[in-house]
Nanobody
Framework: VQLQASGGGLVQAGDSLRLSCAAS????????RGWFRQAPGKAREFVAA????????YYKDSVKGRFTISRDSAKNTVTLQMNSLKPEDTAVYYC????????????????WGQGTLVTVSS
């Protein structure tokens, strides 16, 4: 499975960004697709996930109500719509896939994209 993330950039606090992650290759076993992020000097953390077949979603508490994860099965793409961005959202965002059910544990994810940088200025 190959993942290509895009959509990062530099924005001001309160602005919005949309990240996309396109998957290719042998994707038939994917059950969950997720987004993680890693801020400078910090560990990678879970942001959001979506059940690829069910459409069920799962969010990190601090992004609930601001971020929305969605899927487009026809395009094999997952999107993370990020609204009301805050400086603490600044990080490299990674998309990932798992053959397990919804999880926030990075070790449960098998394939990772290259990351896209989101910078939110105050």
């Amino acid at each position: 499975v190959q993942l290509q993330a895009s959509g990062g950039g530099l924005v001001q606090a309160g602005d919005s960004l949309r990240l996309s992650c396109a998957a290719s290759g042998r994707t038939e076993n994917i059950l969950t697709r997720g987004w993680f992020r890693q801020a400078p000097g910090k560990a990678r953390e879970f942001v959001a996930a979506i059940g690829w077949r069910s459409g069920s979603t799962y969010y990190k508490d601090s992004v609930k109500g601001r971020f929305t994860i969605s899927r487009d099965s026809a395009k094999n793409t997952v999107t993370l719509q990020m609204n009301s961005l805050k400086p603490e959202d600044t990080a490299v965002y990674y998309c990932a896939t798992s053959d397990r059910k919804l999880s926030s544990v990075s070790g449960n994810y098998d394939y990772w994209g290259q990351g896209t940088l989101v910078t939110v200025s105050s």
